[in-house]
């Protein structure tokens, strides 16, 4: 059993920047995949950031350039630096682990088996 916490969201402006922690229990994050997602009442919760066991990263469209995903492994942490942040990326964000797909987890839901309990992001325009 892998339990995540997820550290970091709040209330910024737009433009603004903040960056989401997420430390795990248990497995060393260099082994498994790990990414990053967000939910909007009413909208399906969606695929933001992921990162392989080969170091390789997947972003959505709406968040390439802007945010960056990344790891301490020493500190089984993983982090998302959000910059340029826009109204549209609040949102409750999801840290989640797939052990099964370590190389090729991408931003498919059904591969993450472990979630945290999420943290609220909410950018003001």
């Known amino acids: 059993q892998v339990q995540l916490v997820e550290s970091g969201g709040g209330s910024v402006q737009a433009g603004g920047s903040l960056r989401l922690s997420c430390t795990a229990s248990?497995?060393?994050?260099?082994?498994?995949?790990m990414g990053w997602f967000r939910q909007t009442p009413g909208k399906e919760r969606e695929g933001v950031a992921s990162l392989a066991r080969d170091v390789s990263t997947t972003y959505a469209d709406s968040v390439k350039g802007r945010f960056t995903i990344s790891q301490d492994n020493a500190k089984n942490t993983l982090y998302l630096q959000m910059n340029s942040l826009k109204p549209e990326d609040t949102a409750v964000y999801y840290c989640?682990?797939?052990?099964?797909?370590?190389?090729?987890?991408?931003?498919?839901?059904?591969?993450?088996?472990?979630w945290g309990q999420g943290t609220q992001v909410t950018v003001s325009s």
């Open positions: 248990r497995y060393t994050y260099g082994s498994i995949c």
């Open positions: 989640a682990a797939s052990m099964a797909y370590p190389d090729s987890c991408g931003l498919t839901q059904r591969k993450f088996r472990y």
